[in-house]
């Protein structure tokens, strides 16, 4: 329980100065009118404690996690001076992780923000950089997590930290595949394995995560079969011991696999399943694309209006959080819905939020599908030169992504909307690139999966 002291650090610091540790253990501790042995309990001695109190000692962790249970103080309370203990910062870290396991990002991003804000062992300051980054992604916003990761993994390039490094290359690849640049994103899962199996590595969840993502990039190289295969090789890589959001995630991208392998009962089980996960996690935003995903399975199947309930939902509990990545989709989603009961106002009404909420969003796909949708809006209401700039802005927007499949949807909406104008020459050729389009590789149209992202 007693850690010692490190170089450069003393050990005994005054038990009377501001903001020290073992002071504000035992205003906490007075406060409660509670004795060292109340505190202490089975855990450990009342005399350690003292010694803790005086800044004689410092406690593990694991001692200061039981002693800010039982003070009933939150780990802030810990980290309020630069002088605080290695324990309170490990601790603080170790509390951001589990933060983000339950889905609360936000609450890792204010932990990790607050200790980098120190001057900290470089290790630890590694560390909660990695986590802060995670965190930035769980929240949609990979160009945030950039500049975090890359000056991590800078620093433990130079140290040689295999183990932080795996999960760095690992991470890194998440930021560039929420940021759509796939190719990009293969060679950084693919440097995290080769480390991994390079070091001797014996972690099953990383090796799983990593595993994980590089399925992701067989699904979005339009290869299901092959993903389904490598989501499988993720789920034994773990035996027992993965994560929940990670079998969540690989729920999600086995569904997505088995919905372009056209089993859509399979697919929606695996998705209902990985929502479950999610709902426990209270992870609402990966909740959130579940239900995205399984909307647009169910519109694709003509069961419109358990679609539009999924969207709905999903819509309600993101605008709860201000989310504005994924919402627009969401929203989208509803407005298709609406169109295809016959319900052409109430569709207008829909995609007129949703272009506004896209103005808003950093991700190119949310302004493809809203100009899409929007371009098959103006077209049921007879607005014909409207739903061509809005089919023409979707193009345009989709050359940006590395997504073949994305255009040909577009293109062949197009062609739908000008055959019904009578426009057959142009019509045609909007229906033979919207053929070439799908030629190519077949990547999903909806959102990313964010598997442990």
Known sequence: MLTKGRPGRSSTASPGAPGSLGQRIRSARQELGLTLA?????????????????????????TLRIIAQRLQRPIDYFLEEPGDSVAALELALAEAE?????????????????????????????????TLGTAYVRQGEPKKAMPVLEEAIAAAERSNWPQLLVELYDRMGSVHYLLRRAHTAGQWFEQAFERYESAGLTDPILKARILGHRAN?????????EAIAAYESAIAAAEEVLDMPALAGIYEGLALSFQQTGQYARALSYA??????????????????????MGEMLLQQGRVA??????????????????????????VGMAESALERDDPERASDLIEQALDLATRSSDPIAGVAVHRVAGRVAHARGRHETAHRHFE???????????PDLRARVTYDYARA??????AA??????????EAGRGQRTRSGSVSQLEA
Do not use: C, W
């Open 393 to 403: 802005r979707a193009l345009d927007v989709a050359l940006t992504v590395d997504s």
């Open 98 to 130: 589990m933060s983000l396991l339950h889905g609360e990002a936000a609450r890792a991003e204010s932990l990790m923000t607050r200790i980098l804000a120190r001057t900290i062992p470089l290790e630890l300051r590694t560390r909660a950089q990695l």
């Open 38 to 62: 109340a505190v202490a309990g089975k855990d450990f001695t009342r005399a350690f404690l003292n010694q803790v109190e005086l800044g004689r000692a410092q406690p593990s962790t694991q």
């Open 418 to 423: 000008l055959e019904a104008e009578g426009d």
């Open 272 to 293: 209902q399943r990985g929502l479950r996960i999610f709902e426990t996690l209270r992870d609402v935003r990966m909740a959130g694309a579940l239900r995205l995903n």
């Open 426 to 435: 142009q019509a045609a050729l909007r229906f033979r690139q919207a053929y």
């Open 217 to 225: 990039l067989h699904y979005v190289a339009g290869q299901p079969v």
């Open 306 to 331: 358990d679609a539009e309930r999924l969207f709905t939902e999903g819509a309600e509990r993101l605008r709860r959080i201000d989310d504005r990545e994924l919402l627009p989709l969401l929203v």
